[in-house]
Structures are given as structure tokens and as C-alpha cells.
């Protein structure tokens, strides 16, 4: 099952224990606008090459849409649309003020000089600049974009509208960028996997850790737990990602690469307690089911990874006030939002008696629905 069939079933379980009105369930699924743009760029030896690049903003009931752009030869649309509703929902359940958004460019980053990917940016940024903004849209890095990304993205942008910083995030800390951003999510991570345990009475220091991918989200989780008295027994990278890593005898595995890797195939041999979402979407629902029926607690994704975007929004918060925060005032920031998130999930789960998954999209997708009621979307 892909990305967006899969957000779409947990949309509707969620829905369907909120017993949202089945009009209101319609509109929360379909996007605010869509935008799909052609840029077309001169490459270094002088021909022309077009790219497509999208945008979907999926909703902004609760705020300004949120969300990154990637640089990848299958930006396709079904996904981004995918990508775009779970940080609708993400933001929500991390109770940050924003809807989500997501959008990319169909090109190999890899086989572009650098002058032709910031050609590219900038002629992407001209056809959107409209549509993005401070109080709109704030993209942010995503798989084949980075903090130089956004710093041209900033560039061209102002040139429009001045100098405006806090446009999108992600950047060097020499624009206005956030201590601590960097190791975001692999820090919310860890907070996240400290709430879970100490609700189960454990602690980091007294588990093994198996981690699946080191970039990084992995590398900076493996760091931290490691800093804290955690084994970090084993860990695989993109060179060499052996599935037996995923049956290791642990405590605790934590995925954080691609999505899809625990499927109904190998679901069965995970000796492991507790799975940590740190990638998106690596559970396919019928694993899940799998792993549920075995007792194995799952911490959702769409809680899990979510110190990336929280961070973001203190990077934002930081630019628009025009005043920066210590590195030690975003870490523990951080931990404050990640704890009285995962209690709110909890809360959740006792009052709609569901998992750790459904009790994250009913908090979610219950947040969204009040705002947009509030605001009068039959109007």
C-alpha cells in the first residue's frame, strides 16, 4: 500500500472514531490549492531543459501550510498530495500553528551542476513566489534540497518582497537559520522514545537500540541515545542495509530511511518491543496489524519524526521576532513539545480506546476539524 492510501485509511479510521460529519470528512481531504508551474532553465554547456515543479497546500485552518520541497526524478503528484496531508495532520498533533504543505521538482538533482540547480530554484521560486509567504507558505529542505537550497529560495524571494527571512526554514544559521535545527529530528526522536519508556517504567540506559539508517535523522538519534547509556547494538546505511537488521534481537528498533521496509513478509521476525517511526510511512498497514496481535508498540511517525517541523517553527518564531534563541532554549523547547504531545496521544488512546497510531490521527485530524468548524467552512 502506498503513501497516500495509507494516509488516506488512517484519515478515514480517524474520522470515523471522531464520527466526523461525513461533508466535513470530504473537504479536510481535499486540497486548498494545487499548483503545478514549468521551469525552464539554460544548462552550463548552453541548451535548454524544462522541468516540472508542483506545490500542494492542503490546508490552512490552523495556520500558514508548512512543508518541504524535494528534488527527485519521481515527484509525483499522488505522493507530494500524500505528503502534503500528513503534515496537515503532523503539525496538528505537535500543536504548532500550521497546515501542511509539500512540493518538489522532477529533475536528478545528482546529474545537475551546482549553478544549474540554483537556476533552477530561483525560476521555480519566480513562478510561486505569489504563492508562498511568511503568513502563506513556508517550504523547508526535503530529500535532494538543502540549507543552500532555501538560501537561494530567501534570495530570489525577496527580491520580490523584501528581505524576509522567516519565508522558509531550514536555512544556514547565517540567514537567520536555528541553532539545533539540524539535529531536530533525530532529538525529537529520542524525546519521543523517553515519553514512551517512561510510561512502560524503562529507560534509555537500561535497552538495546538496533537503527535502520544513518543519515541524518539515524545518526544524530544514535548519538543521543548513546549519550544517555543506551546500546546501540547495530546500525545499517545506504551502502549496505541487510533485512536481518530488522529481525535483530533488541529492545527497541528504529527505523529511519525509507518508507515500507516492515511488511507483511518480514513483520513476523522482529523481535524487537517497541518500533520508533523515525522514517515516514516504514510500517505497511498490514504489519501493523501484524506487530499489534505480537504486543509490539508501535510510536507513530506522524508523532515520532515530528521534531523536524517543531523546530522549524521555532526557527520561524525566532525570524519573525528578530531575535535568536540559544541552542540550549530549542532543545528544551523541544522536549516540552515533544512530552505534552505524546501525552495528549495518550489521552487519546484512553478516551477512543485505539492504538498509538490511530490515537495521534484522531488528535490530528480532531484539531483540524475544530479549527475548521470554528472558522464556518459551510459559509
Known amino acids: ?9 488512517n484519515f478515514r479510521n480517524a474520522a470515523r472514531i471522531l464520527g466526523l460529519d ?28 524544462s522541468y516540472v515543479g508542483f506545490r500542494v497546500q492542503h490546508d490552512n485552518a490552523r495556520g500558514p501550510m508548512k512543508g518541504g520541497i524535494r528534488y527527485h526524478p519521481e515527484v509525483d503528484p499522488d505522493e507530494v498530495n500524500a505528503l502534503a496531508q500528513l503534515m496537515t495532520w503532523k503539525t496538528a498533533v505537535a500543536d504548532i500553528p500550521y497546515g501542511g504543505a509539500k512540493g518538489g521538482i522532477g529533475c536528478s538533482p545528482k546529474e545537475l551542476s551546482n549553478s544549474e540547480l540554483e537556476r533552477l530554484t530561483r525560476v521555480f521560486t519566480q513562478k510561486i513566489h505569489d504563492l508562498i509567504g511568511i503568513h502563506t507558505d513556508i517550504p523547508a529542505p526535503d ?14 524571494y525577496s527580491k520580490f518582497h523584501g528581505h524576509s527571512p522567516a519565508v522558509v526554514t531550514g536555512k544556514p544559521i547565517d540567514l537567520g537559520g536555528s541553532l539545533g535545527r539540524e539535529a531536530a ?17 524503562q529507560a534509555i540506559r537500561d535497552l538495546t537500540f538496533v537503527i535502520q539508517g544513518f543519515g541524518n535523522v539515524g545518526s544524530w538519534a544514535a548519538r543521543l541515545i548513546h549519550e544517555r547509556g543506551g546500546k546501540v547494538i547495530a546500525v545499517s546505511d545506504i551502502t549496505g542495509a541487510p533485512s536481518e537488521l530488522l529481525a535483530h534481537e533488541c529492545d527497541v528498533l528504529i527505523p529511519c530511511a525509507l518508507g515500507g ?21 516504514p510500517t505497511d498497514p498490514e504489519a501493523d496489524e501484524i506487530l499489534s496481535k505480537r504486543g509490539v508498540t508501535i510510536l507513530p511517525d506522524i508523532y515520532a519524526n515530528s521534531g523536524g517541523v517543531t523546530v522549524s517553527y521555532f526557527e520561524w518564531v525566532q525570524n519573525i521576532q528578530g531575535f535568536m534563541w540559544e541552542e540550549d532554549k530549542v532543545n528544551n523547547e523541544l522536549r516540552r513539545y515533544m512530552i505534552r504531545a505524546f501525552h495528549n496521544i495518550k489521552g ?11 490515537g495521534a490521527f484522531t488528535l490530528g485530524v480532531n484539531r483540524v476539524a475544530r479549527a475548521t468548524t470554528l472558522r464556518g467552512w459551510e459559509a
Not at 186 to 197: F, M, P, Q, S, W
Not at 348 to 358: D, F, G
Request: glycine residues 4%.
Open 1 to 9: 500500500m502506498n503513501a497516500l492510501a495509507a494516509t488516506s485509511r
Open 22 to 49: 461525513s461533508k466535513l470528512e470530504r473537504s479536510l481531504l481535499i486540497p486548498f490549492r494545487e499548483i503545478k508551474v514549468e521551469c525552464t532553465i539554460p544548462k552550463d554547456d548552453g541548451s535548454l531543459v
Open 143 to 156: 530529500m535532494g534540497t538543502n540549507a543552500q537550497t532555501m538560501a537561494w529560495i530567501l534570495d530570489e
Open 185 to 201: 529530528t533525530g532529538r525529537g526522536v529520542v524525546y519521543a522514545t523517553e515519553a514512551l519508556l517512561a510510561e512502560h517504567g
Open 261 to 281: 521496509v516492515l511488511k507483511r513478509e518480514n513483520a513476523a521476525d522482529v523481535k524487537a518491543k517497541f518500533i520508533i517511526e523515525a522514517a515516514n510511512h
Open 348 to 358: 487519546m488512546c484512553q478516551t477512543h480506546n485505539c492504538n498509538l497510531r490511530m
